[in-house]
């Protein structure tokens, strides 16, 4: 939303339940000592012997340092990394520390997820969006992990908080010794003063009773961030002690198994003769559920019934992917050729009719499939209805959209909606959504007690809210020091628009061509004369986030043709692409890193090969080098070097996982993910027919981490989108053969 959008929608005192702002990183910091307090008063209360410092540090009598994160952990290891930020700016001993997920409150709303959009803008127009989308960011509570945006997000309030926080315990120690407070410092969760040491557990109420600093000072030498700490979370989920969504039990509480139909379909008159004794039956017009003491006995009672559905209207089928490829077609049916224009521009440089004229005129067009996201946990919530209040237990990537979607759902006030967030079995956006929630809670009303509504994974890949199908087509020129032309368009439907009017009604939702929907498209490398452009496809298939978002078909699109220009030219790729980048020193950086790590490109051995990519995404640069080997016609990856530029490092090891993890999942995708859709219904419901990428399969991978003092980027998102035109550039340099199209391994 612009800032103008913004400001008229707040004039027209708009509330939080009718409005969503998906944006704000401004001029302040909304930390908890800043706005405390305030017209609505911090909600994160204190147990029994503990003592609220500030919005996002309590102080146990125990010794215990609690850190609020509002962020969702789903595997990526952010509770300890943002815990980690806390605890070396106050000084803290880590075996101390522990979390909590944090309450609802505009202390704990992401500012981070504007981070990249504002950074495109002038610097005058940052500061107005900014202060604006702060203001309401904070208004509306919004919380939401996504985008990479966690360590960005929340680095500078914690610290804040923190140095505040460490300030306010020197000042307590030093009343008692009666020595001024600036020579006293923190350590191992002890205020110390030359030979005097006192824990922070003695002193804390104390501190808790001053007022907080205006502008503390943070630490200039770090002492536990950038290390390899345990990660909180890894006792308890080796232990079996970590409770996930699925995990929550009440009392009372009842299980419930739901069939949705195809997408779009109607369903026909439900024949309740079939319904086993000692289950109950809840209609609803989009889904069915059966409740029982036990899932399982809910689901062979579902089954039982039979349900029958026919096709709705504009039902998913293969159409999509042909409306798809049809996009790229002008409006009178003709062809994009290398000097035309076509959908909207993007971006734009240089005189790019000029520049195809002459010579030769590189063309290939690609194409991505719908992709499921394929939690390893199902999408599952438990709800409990009573006395006029809702409690929702869900593996959420946003609380606030849960508040929001259930309390309008309920016809309930926002403030009689409790969400409690479980750790996640995997996220990668389709947690954001809100469709399990709100099922559950509807269930709940119905049958009057508390009920966990677990989805098969039948349900969870036929009801997913997908990754896109894409198809593109590039015309481009080359020589030996790099490309002279590029003349881009991408076809894909606008999956902000769905996700827009899913969760947030109120806001203005129709498709739309513009950039947002093709980040990335624009090339990392100086070519003087460019254009990329964006064709809206028609989709009737639910849409959604999918991890790296648009990174994940813009990158491929993007690197495999910048190889194929590199064939063109006769160059080698890697030296064709560092010609390009002698204005971007730390793209430059990353790239030779991979490169030295990963060997010589191109082909290694007959039917072994190595390919390259470079991607910038949510903050981070990348660069993978794929070793693949082809045996018996079918490719199999060996090795991928990975080097990674994302700023101020808070714990290695933490970005290593992600790294790997990101390479593991594009890889998956890359090799044979692929969602078909007929008459609404998918084809792919189980593992069987979408395979994951199987542990004797997963390639050797070495993460090299680039030195930098640079502002933190993301590191949960930018491993993926890499790894699949790295690997289709390591299959051309082994066969000979371009692979312009997605899945690599048809089935």
């Known amino acids: 939303m612009k800032p103008d959008a913004v400001l008229a929608a707040a004039a027209k005192g708009l509330t939080r339940r009718n409005l969503l702002i998906a944006a704000g990183a401004g001029t302040g910091l909304a930390i908890g000592w800043a706005v405390w307090p305030r017209r609505r008063a911090l909600n994160w209360t204190a147990a029994k012997?503990?003592?609220?410092?500030?919005?996002?540090?309590?102080?146990?009598?125990?010794?215990?340092?609690?850190?609020?994160?509002?962020?969702?952990?789903?595997?990526?290891?952010?509770?300890?990394?943002?815990?980690?930020?806390?605890?070396?700016?106050?000084?803290?001993?880590?075996?101390?520390?522990?979390?909590?997920?944090?309450?609802?409150?505009?202390?704990?709303?992401?500012?981070?997820?504007?981070?990249?959009?504002?950074?495109?803008?002038?610097?005058?127009?940052?500061?107005?969006?900014?202060?604006?989308?702060?203001?309401?960011?904070?208004?509306?509570?919004?919380?939401?992990?996504?985008?990479?945006?966690?360590?960005?997000?929340?680095?500078?309030?914690?610290?804040?908080?923190?140095?505040?926080?460490?300030?306010?315990?020197?000042?307590?120690?030093?009343?008692?010794?009666?020595?001024?407070?600036?020579?006293?410092?923190?350590?191992?969760?002890?205020?110390?003063?030359?030979?005097?040491?006192?824990?922070?557990?003695?002193?804390?109420?104390?501190?808790?009773?001053?007022?907080?600093?205006?502008?503390?000072?943070?630490?200039?030498?770090?002492?536990?961030?950038?290390?390899?700490?345990?990660?909180?979370?890894?006792?308890?989920?080796?232990d079996g002690s970590a409770r996930f969504g699925i995990d929550v039990r009440l009392p009372g509480l009842l299980f419930a198994a739901i069939a949705q139909g195809p997408i779009g379909g109607i369903r026909a008159a439900t024949d309740r003769k079939r319904l086993p004794p000692g289950v109950r039956l809840v209609e609803m017009p989009d889904f069915v559920a059966v409740v029982a003491p036990g899932w399982w006995q809910a689901k062979s009672a579902l089954d039982a019934l039979d349900l029958q559905w026919k096709p709705g209207k504009n039902a998913p089928g293969p159409w999509l992917q042909a409306a798809v490829k049809g996009a790229l077609q002008a409006k009178d049916g003709s062809a994009f050729g290398p000097a035309g224009r076509i959908g909207t521009v993007a971006h734009e440089a240089g005189d790019v009719g000029t520049a195809m004229a002459g010579g030769k005129v590189i063309t290939a067009d690609y194409s991505l499939p719908f992709l499921a996201h394929a939690c390893l946990e199902p999408m599952t919530a438990t709800a409990r209805i009573s006395d006029g209040r809702a409690e929702i237990w869900a593996p959420t990537q946003s609380a606030s959209l849960v508040n929001w979607a259930v309390a309008r759902a309920l016809d309930m006030a926002e403030g009689d909606v409790a969400v409690f967030p479980t750790l996640l079995g995997g996220g990668f956006g389709r947690k954001v959504e809100t469709d399990a929630c709100v099922q559950a809670a509807l269930i709940a009303r119905e049958v009057g007690q508390p009920v966990q509504l677990i989805w098969s994974r039948e349900e969870d890949q036929s009801h997913d809210m997908y990754r896109p199908a894409v198809a593109a087509r590039l015309h481009g020129k080359a020589g030996p020091r790099g490309i002279t032309a590029w003349n881009a368009a991408v076809a894909v439907p606008d999956v902000g628009a769905g996700f827009t009017g899913r969760n947030m009604p109120a806001l203005p939702s129709s498709p739309a061509e513009g950039g947002g929907a093709i980040e990335g498209a624009v090339p990392p490398y100086a070519i003087a004369d460019l254009r990329v452009a964006h064709c809206l496809a028609d989709c009737t298939a639910p849409l959604g986030f999918w991890r790296s978002v648009g990174h994940s078909f813009t990158g491929f699109v993007v690197e495999c043709f910048v190889d194929e220009l590199a064939h063109a030219a006769g160059a080698d790729p890697g030296a064709f692409r560092l010609a390009m980048l002698a204005g971007k020193p730390r793209h430059a950086a990353v790239l030779r890193a991979a490169l030295a790590a990963g060997g010589p490109l191109g082909q290694v051995q007959p039917g072994l090969g190595r390919g390259v990519a470079l991607v910038e995404s949510f903050g981070s640069i990348v660069a993978q080098v794929a070793e693949v080997l082809v045996e018996g016609g079918r490719p199999r990856v060996t090795r991928v070097w990975a080097a990674i530029d994302c700023g101020r490092v808070i714990n290695p090891d933490s970005v290593r996982a992600q790294i790997e993890g990101g390479i593991v999942y594009g890889l998956t995708a890359a090799l044979h993910g692929g969602i078909d859709f007929a008459g609404g219904a998918v084809a792919q419901t189980n593992f069987d027919s979408y395979p994951l990428l199987t542990m004797a399969d997963c390639p050797i991978i070495e993460t090299i981490i680039m030195p930098s003092n640079e502002a933190p980027g993301g590191v949960g998102e930018p491993g993926t989108p890499p790894i699949a035109p790295a690997v289709a550039n390591a299959l051309f340099a082994a066969t000979n053969v371009r692979f312009r199209d997605l899945p690599l391994i048809k089935a």
């Not at 952990?73 to 605890?87: F, N, R, V």
Request: charged share 20%; aromatic share 6%.
């Open 49 to 238: 012997g503990e003592q609220v410092i500030n919005a996002f540090l309590k102080i146990g009598a125990d010794g215990r340092v609690v850190v609020a994160v509002p962020q969702a952990e789903m595997g990526q290891g952010i509770w300890s990394g943002l815990a980690q930020i806390a605890a070396d700016e106050l000084g803290a001993d880590w075996r101390a520390v522990s979390v909590e997920p944090a309450p609802l409150g505009p202390q704990y709303a992401n500012h981070g997820m504007a981070a990249d959009a504002l950074a495109g803008m002038a610097p005058a127009m940052q500061a107005i969006a900014g202060a604006v989308s702060t203001r309401l960011i904070e208004y509306f509570d919004f919380q939401i992990t996504g985008g990479s945006t966690s360590v960005r997000g929340f680095e500078a309030p914690l610290r804040s908080a923190a140095a505040a926080a460490r300030e306010m315990l020197c000042r307590a120690a030093a009343r008692r010794w009666d020595v001024d407070w600036q020579e006293c410092d923190t350590v191992s969760s002890h205020v110390v003063y030359k030979a005097n040491r006192i824990a922070f557990a003695a002193i804390a109420a104390d501190a808790a009773a001053q007022d907080a600093p205006d502008t503390p000072t943070l630490r200039t030498k770090r002492t536990l961030a950038g290390l390899p700490v345990l990660r909180l979370d890894i006792p308890s989920k080796t």
